[in-house]
């Protein structure tokens, strides 16, 4: 099985701050990886797919970056309605496997 | 407009059963490889199965393998997940989602408990 190794666990930011999340696969996923947001009590949201597509409707201070087995999502100016707990997520095999998740939280 | 209603959740006890089902609108249901994901109370999302357009092809996480089955009835446009000798490690809410997990429904909760 692909282990997902998201890192970090959690942080605190302001608003304005730029905000990078890394997901590490145990092996390669061929850029089958998926980002997602979920903020609490909802529903999880897909915001990259491919590594570093992004997921119609989302805004574009959201990007996906890596390939290989090492990827990053990145937010470029934090606003509020981005504080959430993020996931990454391979989907080239079975059984698919998510990362720890991120909570990202106000300073 | 996908949609993607989920039913079928409630309190079992521990090695109990329970069938959990997804109706879908708004797509060609036969056309996508559907799933079931899983978040255990303040925990992380876990991928628990899926199943191919067709049916043909079913996997599953190790830990529900044996206990769990995934099924679909494309005339009903409906997903099932059969889930047998519950344990308590198996309360969640349970999401169905749809393709590589773009869209997803509300959820439904299992709780095991006696």
């Known amino acids: 099985d692909i282990q997902m190794t998201q890192s970090p666990s959690a942080m605190s930011a302001s608003v304005g701050d730029r905000v990078t999340i890394t997901c590490r696969a145990s092996?390669?996923?061929?850029?089958?990886l998926a980002w997602f947001q979920q903020k609490p009590g909802k529903v999880p949201k897909r915001l990259i797919y491919?590594?570093?597509s992004l997921q119609s409707g989302v805004p574009s201070r959201f990007s996906g970056s890596g390939s290989g087995t090492e990827f990053t999502l990145t937010i470029s100016s934090l606003q509020p309605e981005d504080f959430a707990t993020y996931y990454c997520l391979q989907h080239n095999s079975y059984p698919r496997t998510f990362g720890q998740g991120t909570k990202v939280e106000i300073k | 407009e996908v949609q993607l209603v989920e039913s079928g959740g409630g309190l079992v006890q521990p090695g109990g059963a329970l069938r959990l089902s997804c109706a879908a609108s708004?797509?060609?249901?036969?056309?996508?490889?559907m799933n079931w994901v899983r978040q255990a109370p303040g925990k992380g999302l876990e991928w628990v199965a899926s199943i191919k357009e067709d049916g043909s092809e079913k996997y599953y996480v190790d830990s529900v393998k044996g206990r769990f089955t995934i099924s679909r009835d494309n005339a009903k446009n409906s997903l099932y997940l059969q889930m047998n000798s519950l344990g308590a490690e198996d309360t969640a809410v349970y999401y169905c989602a749809r393709g590589d997990l773009l869209d997803w429904g509300q959820g439904t909760l299992v709780t095991v408990s006696s």
């Open positions: 708004g797509f060609t249901f036969s056309s996508y490889r």
């Open positions: 491919g590594s570093s």
């Open positions: 092996q390669g996923i061929n850029n089958y």
